[in-house]
């Protein structure tokens, strides 16, 4: 065994120490989830994850791992799961926090399986930001971040990755009575109000309310 395996065994051993709470974030592009990601860490103090962020940050600091990711991706190619589950395992140890927003990962049904047996760990549930794809359409035109990718055949190639990628995984927990479906096509304030209600503890639920919900 070299000493990457005995690396990655004692990361995977940490983190099942720390039991956290995983709670995945799936939404196609301009569902919002980003702001609502924002607005859950302020009310709620999950950490915030994003497997996007994480490559690009790996990239950034010009490490050996990421100059193979960056070669990978200039070459067209997927990098595979175990890069991206290491580098979130990575940071959710060193956030000392015990609760986490994974952000756009898994994105298919490879990475979903592979997190699951690399971590051993499973999501609480996944938060599903559904919004019609018009709505998303127009808000990716309107919002001035001078991203390149922001024009409508690139827009529309996204909205097709996701739906071929994404839904079956949002099936797979579906099916096991985890997913968390959002309408996200309302304003922001509107969401957010659901997206309480679906973090505040049970507990804290009957208090405010004077009623047990079941």
Do not use: W
Not at 3 to 31: E, I, Q, R, Y
Not at 126 to 154: A, H
Request: proline residues 4%; contains cysteine; glycine residues 8%.
């Amino acid at each position: 065994m070299g000493a990457v395996d005995v690396a990655n065994k004692d990361l995977t051993a940490s983190l099942a120490d720390k039991k956290p709470k995983v709670v995945f974030v799936l939404g196609g592009p301009g569902s919002g989830k980003g702001t609502q990601c924002t607005n859950i860490v302020e009310h709620f103090h999950y950490t915030h994850l994003s497997a996007g962020d994480l490559l690009r940050a790996e990239i950034k600091s010009g490490s050996q791992n990421g100059t193979m990711i960056q070669n990978m991706i200039k070459e067209g190619k997927i990098v595979p799961s175990e890069v991206t589950i290491k580098l979130l395992q990575k940071a959710m140890l060193e956030s000392g926090n015990d609760k986490f927003l994974i952000d756009g990962f898994p994105r298919n049904e490879e990475n979903r399986a592979a997190f699951e047996a690399v971590t051993k760990i499973e999501p609480e549930f996944v938060l599903f930001f559904n919004c019609p794809e018009e709505e998303m359409e127009r808000r990716l035109l309107s919002r001035n971040q001078g991203r390149e990718d922001d024009n409508i055949e690139t827009i529309r190639k996204r909205f097709k990755v996701f739906l071929e990628s994404s839904l079956p995984v949002i099936e797979y927990y579906k099916a096991k009575g985890k997913v968390r479906e959002i309408d996200a096509a309302k304003p922001i304030g509107e969401v957010f109000e659901v997206v309480k209600v679906i973090f505040t503890p049970k507990a804290e639920k009957v208090k405010s309310r004077g009623f047990t919900i079941m």
